[in-house]
Structure formats: structure tokens, C-alpha cells
């Protein structure tokens, strides 16, 4: 994997390993799958048989394909074999030689907040020596800086490396974080000028009835605002674009088995969500509506506003299409589950088309640049 270009890549999205975001990964076009390399999250997540079940399935859904490989550091999901893994003995080897199990994956380097410094270091020089490249993430913009730095410095290419820095939700403290990365990618650019850098965050929220514009709370329009951090940031001349695929981000394994859901259908588009909901118990077409006819009537509503999905090679649309024109259409299910991965395939596609058009946009303006001197 030498020869991979971080630069080349205008789009990481981060990914679990549970089951409805790999499909949406899964029914990528291979041409979008060619122009992305995602950061997959490994955690014992919910009905997973093994911890390492879910890193398995990458082979089936992104085939021989690079993917960036992590551990979750969520609390409710943590094993001891996670906890084995992310042991810094003899410079994290237990992790290192994990990750040469999966082929094409690349590894995030582990940190444990009371291992040295130089455990760090050295695995990132071991992990750079043994699969090419390396991956670091800043999920603390403090404690995180002066590890990534010295472990930068300490690397024989430092194009063998890409920073993300994870911002995580950012809905509620967008100002807050929009300054900490600015002076994190200061930070790193005063020691490593070349250094690859990305922004990873989310701000697709946990509950979407209190962004519905209707009394009934049936639909609703939402802001992304990872695009604008990145575009606020200084867009592709200062990082990469980063966010977590329209997922919220935390895991709530803790819920009740049995949980109260309203149908959904979400359409992403490139700077925002529109959303149609069908409450328990509302009234749609007169009569109160089953799980089926709620999630059609929801997909109608969506179709009804864009039309222009009935010709598109996004699978996520076509699913949406189906459900609105199709009275037997049946082929994905009813449920949350399956319209989370209708959602994280619309949002996969039109993020790394709306990359690939920002970039030639910009190499253009370059262009007319030119042409004026």
C-alpha cells in the first residue's frame, strides 16, 4: 500500500462495523468505492458474534480495497480484547500484529493515556515500516497534539501519514470547534508543513422530530454542517473532508430491546438532510397507516420533491424510488435498520460527488487565475 496517495483523496468518511452502515458501503458504486478510503470503526457492537466478525465483512463489501482500521474507544463497547489490543507492551504489538491479519487494512495507532510517549513514536514508526503507511487521529485537542506531532516527525516519509482530527458531534458547540481546528491545524503545519491532514466530525442529530418544520412533525430540512467546518476551515487547500456517513455517532446499546421508532425516510443531499416521518399512530392518506405503508408514504413524499431520483445509479435512491412507485416492493425491509443504510448510501455518493465537483471548481478558478497574468 505504498502507493497510495492520501493526497489523491478528497473524502474519508467514518464507518462501524455494524451491519446497516456496511451495507450502505457495500452498494457503493465501484467507481464512488475507488475515489474513497473509509475509517472503519471495529467495536463489539449488537448482535455481532465475534469482535472481529464485523472487520470480516470489509472484504465482502469493499473488496481488496484500503480501509483505515480503529478501535472504539466507546465505553459500553469495550471488550478485553479490546483492551488486549490497545496494550502498549513493546510498542503496541499486540495491535500491530492484529491489523496485519486484515488484508488492505491500514492501522490507526492506539493510544493509551498512561503509556510514554515514545510507545507512541515507535509504533508509529513500526506500523509505517510494516504496512506502508499510518494513521493518527486527534479525538483530544491538547492531550493528542504533542503525540501526533513527535510521532510525525519521527516517520521516514511523512506522506506515509494522515491526521484526522475528530471532532465528533459538533451541532452543539459549532463555534467552539470550528477555533480548536484552526489552531490544531496550526499547530501541526508550524512543525509539518506537508502533513496530510482531514476533518472528521458529524452533525446528524440523535432525534430529528425538533428539526421538523410541520405541527404534525412529519418533515423537516437539517443543515450539514460538517461541509461548513470544512469550508469555514479554508476547504481543500487547508485539509481534506472528513464526517461520519449521517450518523450520529454514539451508541445507545443500553436502550431497552424493544424501542419506540417512527417510520423514516431520509434524502441527503450535498450540504443538507430532508426528512419525511410517519409517527406511531399518524394519519396518512385518511387511515391510520401499517409499518409498510408508512415508510412508502414517507418515500412517496421524498420522491414527490425530487423527481430526478427515478434516473439515478445511487442505490440508496432507487430504494426510495421503488418504495414510492412500487406497492410490492419488498426488497429491503421495514424497519430503521434498512433506511439507515438507504441514507448512509445516498449520503456516501453524494459526498464523494460533491467532493470531486468542488475540486474541479477550484482547479478551474486556478485555471482563469493563470489566464489573467
Known sequence: MTDIQF???????KLRTRGAELKGLKHLTDTRKDQIIPLITAGKWPRATTFE??????????????FFLNLTDEYDTFTEEQALLKNPTNNYQNWREYVQRFPNAIPVAQVDRQASLRD?????????????????IINDYVRDIEHVISALSALDDVNNAITFIDSKYIRNSYSAVLAANIQTVNEIRNDIPDANIST?????PSSLASFSNDTNKTRGVIDILERQLHEELGGYEVASYGDYASIHGIVYDNAPEVMRWAARVDYPTEQYWQFERRPKNSVTNGSTGTAKSDFQHAAQAIFQSNPNIANSDIWGEKMIFEAATNPDFDE??????PWISVRV???????????NQL???????????????
Not at 429491503?332 to 435498520?337: E, K, Y
Request: with cysteine; charged share 25%.
Open 332 to 337: 429491503i425491509g421495514f424497519g430503521p435498520a
Open 53 to 66: 466478525s464485523g472487520i470480516c465483512k470489509i472484504a465482502e463489501v469493499f473488496e481488496n480495497r484500503p
Open 120 to 136: 507512541f513514536v515507535m509504533q508509529a514508526r513500526l506500523c509505517e515500516k510494516a504496512f506502508g503507511k499510518v494513521v493518527f
Open 200 to 204: 472528521l466530525s458529524t452533525s446528524f
Open 7 to 13: 493526497e489523491n483523496f478528497m473524502y474519508y468518511p
Open 359 to 373: 475540486i474541479s471548481e477550484d482547479e478551474q478558478e486556478w485555471d482563469e487565475g493563470l489566464d489573467l497574468l
Open 345 to 355: 448510501n445516498i449520503h456516501l455518493s453524494k459526498q464523494i460527488d460533491y467532493s
